[in-house]
């Protein structure tokens, strides 16, 4: 495996996998934001998007019908997610 001790530390955020299937599927982003604790409910999550609060890879999400698929993760294994500056997750693609 490659070695840890990157900045801004993933390892201690609130994680959730994705197999490929669903990966291949689209996984709507506001499941993953309840599914990771950064709301409580569906349309908080909605509310926290139209409200400019919702992130991707420190990327502002415009649309709250976005799917999470393979595309999402470009190269990458894991994509994070942030509500607001403090809370954040991890969505990993399993390999």
Known sequence: GGGGGGGG???SLKRVKLSADEAAAGVPVVDLFVSLELGKSKSEVR???AGGGAKLNDVKIE????LISTASFEAASEIKLSAGKKKHGVVELAQ
Request: aromatic letters at 0%; a neutral charge; proline letters at 0%.
């Open 63 to 66: 649309d709250a019908a976005l």
């Open 47 to 49: 509310r926290l998007v």
């Open 9 to 11: 530390g993933t390892a």
